[in-house]
C-alpha cells in the first residue's frame, strides 16, 4: 500500500522564530513529500520485480526503499515532536527514566546536543528507547537509514540535513540545534515513551 504525506499539525509559522516559515514549508511541503513519493517509487518497482520475475534490479530498490522509507518516517516524527509551545523539560515517567539513564536532564540535553552537532553531513540526532539494553540510548542516524539498532524505538529526532536550517542559520548548525530544543513538545515525547 502506499504511504501518504501527513499533514504538518500546525501552521507553517508555528515554530517561528526558531524554525522560520519558509524552512518549515519547503521541508514539509517539498523535503518529506519527496521521501514519501520516494517510499512508494521504491516500494512499486519491488512488486513489479516480484510479479515479473526480474530481479536485476532489486538491490537498488531495496536501497531506496530503506533510504525513503526511513526519511519518511523520521520526518513524520519530527515534525510531531516539535510545536509552538514547546520547550522546557519533560515530567512524569520520561523525565525519571532520563535521570536514571544518564544522570540529568542536563546532562541528557549536552549529550544530545554534541551528537546531534557531530553528525557528519547529513542525518539526525536520536533518542530511541532501546529495549534489548533496557535503556534510553542517544544514538545518531546517517542520511536516515544508517546506524540504527534494530527494535529500537526512536522518540525524539533532530534533523540536521542542511535543509532543515540552512535558510534560517546558514552554516551554524549548533544555533540551530539550540533553537530546537525551544520548540520541543515533550508531552509527544513522553507519550512516545510511554507507548515502548
Ligand atoms: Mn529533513
Given at each position: 500500500?502506499?504511504?501518504?504525506?501527513?499533514?504538518?499539525?500546525?501552521?507553517?509559522?508555528?515554530?517561528?522564530?526558531?524554525?522560520?516559515?519558509?524552512?518549515?514549508?519547503?521541508?514539509?511541503?517539498?523535503?518529506?513529500?519527496?521521501?514519501?513519493?520516494?517510499?512508494?517509487?521504491?516500494?512499486?518497482?519491488?512488486?513489479?520485480?516480484?510479479?515479473?520475475?526480474?530481479?536485476?534490479?532489486?538491490?537498488?530498490?531495496?536501497?531506496?526503499?530503506?533510504?525513503?522509507?526511513?526519511?519518511?518516517?523520521?520526518?513524520?516524527?519530527?515534525?510531531?515532536?516539535?510545536?509552538?509551545?514547546?520547550?522546557?523539560?519533560?515530567?512524569?515517567?520520561l523525565?525519571?527514566r532520563?535521570?536514571?539513564d544518564?544522570?540529568?536532564?542536563?546532562?541528557?540535553?549536552?549529550?544530545?546536543?554534541?551528537?546531534?552537532?557531530?553528525?557528519?553531513?547529513?542525518?539526525?540526532?536520536?533518542l530511541a528507547w532501546d529495549p534489548y539494553a533496557g535503556r534510553l540510548q542517544?544514538?545518531?542516524?546517517?542520511?536516515?537509514?544508517?546506524?540504527?539498532i534494530?527494535g529500537a524505538t526512536p522518540l525524539?529526532?533532530?534533523?540536521?540535513?542542511?535543509?532543515?536550517?540552512?535558510?534560517?542559520?546558514?552554516?551554524?548548525?549548533?544555533?540551530?540545534?539550540?533553537?530546537?530544543?525551544?520548540?520541543?513538545?515533550?508531552?509527544?515525547?513522553?507519550?512516545r515513551y510511554?507507548g515502548v
Amino acid at each position: 500500500m502506499p504511504i501518504s504525506l501527513p499533514a504538518l499539525p500546525y501552521a507553517y509559522d508555528a515554530l517561528e522564530p526558531a524554525i522560520g516559515k519558509s524552512t518549515v514549508e519547503l521541508h514539509h511541503d517539498k523535503h518529506h513529500a519527496g521521501y514519501v513519493t520516494g517510499y512508494n517509487t521504491a516500494e512499486g518497482k519491488l512488486k513489479e520485480a516480484a510479479a515479473s520475475g526480474d530481479f536485476s534490479s532489486v538491490k537498488h530498490w531495496t536501497r531506496e526503499l530503506a533510504f525513503h522509507g526511513a526519511g519518511a518516517a523520521l520526518h513524520a516524527l519530527y515534525w510531531n515532536n516539535l510545536g509552538p509551545d514547546g520547550g522546557g523539560e519533560p515530567t512524569g515517567a520520561l523525565a525519571d527514566r532520563i535521570v536514571t539513564d544518564f544522570g540529568s536532564f542536563e546532562a541528557f540535553k549536552k549529550l544530545f546536543t554534541a551528537v546531534t552537532v557531530a553528525v557528519e553531513a547529513s542525518g539526525w540526532g536520536v533518542l530511541a528507547w532501546d529495549p534489548y539494553a533496557g535503556r534510553l540510548q542517544v544514538m545518531v542516524a546517517e542520511k536516515h537509514q544508517d546506524l540504527a539498532i534494530w527494535g529500537a524505538t526512536p522518540l525524539l529526532v533532530c534533523d540536521v540535513w542542511e535543509h532543515a536550517y540552512y535558510l534560517g542559520y546558514q552554516n551554524l548548525r549548533a544555533k540551530y540545534v539550540e533553537a530546537w530544543w525551544t520548540k520541543v513538545n515533550w508531552g509527544d515525547v513522553a507519550a512516545r515513551y510511554e507507548g515502548v
